[in-house]
């Protein structure tokens, strides 16, 4: 069974442009997750999806970052003007089960100059 | 709301010691708890997970028990091996919204020969 895919897995930007990371989770995993990791720190919850729906997006710093699932299977987090503070790597979790167990890709590594 | 706390950032110990990281949370529903493990440049991975029913999750020779009169779910193994150092994380989600996880800022687990 495949794992959860992600891309890019590095960016480098400068501060004001931006980046969309992809995301393709376990086939058949109802619930997609983004998280932002800085560096030594533990992974903090953006945005997470059931389906096709935002079920909580509170930690998402709306007015750069977007996150869509627009058809419950993939999923695309765009960060729009990014600034120094934005450099972590964002994880892709997915999880199909009721004992709640995130399946983890990669995770894509961003740096901004 | 809710909340995980991992005090130690880092923990060195001999390898054949033994091994415990502490994890404490604050949640106002019932909680269930995670540890997860991520080794360098690998995506975390669960270890184990509590369990409903009070039975204590075991997985790799690690073993966590749940004390709700404490809020703790510390991670314990017997004899450390080279093999376990990583970074461990704790994590959290509760019964009225169990899909919503989040985690502790970690602990880097370094054992030494």
């Known amino acids: 069974e495949a794992g959860v895919t992600q891309s890019p897995r590095y960016a480098v930007l400068q501060e004001g442009q931006a980046v969309s990371f992809w995301c393709d989770p376990i086939?058949?995993?109802?619930?997609l997750y983004w998280y932002q990791q800085p560096r030594d720190q533990g992974p903090q919850l953006l945005v997470y999806?059931?389906?096709?729906?935002?079920?909580?997006n509170s930690q998402l710093p709306s007015d750069r970052f977007s996150a869509v699932r627009p058809k419950g299977t993939n999923s695309t987090l765009k960060i729009q003007s990014a600034k120094q503070g934005d450099t972590a790597t964002y994880l892709c979790?997915?999880?199909?089960?009721?004992?709640?167990?995130?399946?983890f890709g990669e995770g894509s590594r961003l740096i901004v100059v | 709301g809710d909340s995980v706390t991992q005090t130690e950032g880092l923990v060195t110990l001999t390898e054949g010691l033994p091994v415990m990281l502490n994890c404490t949370y604050q949640?106002?529903?019932?909680?269930?708890l995670f540890w997860y493990v991520q080794h360098l440049n690998e995506a975390p991975k669960l270890l184990l997970k509590s369990f409903t029913d009070n039975k204590r999750p075991e997985h790799q020779g690690f073993h966590a028990t749940l004390h709700k009169s404490s809020s703790s779910f510390h991670l314990q193994k017997s004899s450390a091996q080279l093999s376990d150092s990583a970074l461990y994380y704790c994590?959290?989600?509760?019964?009225?919204?169990?899909?919503?996880?989040?985690f502790g800022k970690g602990t880097h687990l370094h054992v030494l020969p």
């Open positions: 979790a997915s999880s199909g089960d009721s004992g709640n167990t995130l399946y």
């Open positions: 949640s106002t529903y019932s909680p269930f």
């Open positions: 994590a959290l989600s509760d019964a009225t919204n169990a899909y919503k996880v989040i």
């Open positions: 086939s058949g995993h109802d619930t």
């Open positions: 999806f059931r389906d096709e729906a935002v079920i909580d």
